[in-house]
């Protein structure tokens, strides 16, 4: 993903720790990314299309560590790793899923 996109997607997930994605602005958007706000409207045409990627980027990151997840040992110890895998993905963007 190019630099200025992954400051975007980043500073989404960084905003939406605290708030929902309707009490988000592009303006704040652009500040935590330390962009200007015209930036980030040459990646997205509007801040729905914006939280749209932002979910589905999300999404592709939390797969990818799944896969990562060791599925060795006993059920309970792969169903733990599991869970924490999810519990660490999650909790950072919760507002963003509704968590």
Known sequence: MES??????QAVLTLLQDRSPSEITGSEIAKKAGIGK?????YFTSKEELIVFTVQEAI???LKNLQSVDLS???EQICRRVFLCFQQDFSSCRL????
């Open 60 to 62: 592709e990151n939390h």
């Open 4 to 9: 200025k996109k992954q400051a975007i997607f």
């Open 96 to 99: 963003l899923f509704g968590l």
């Open 73 to 75: 040992g006993a059920f």
């Open 38 to 42: 015209g930036t980030v409207y040459e």
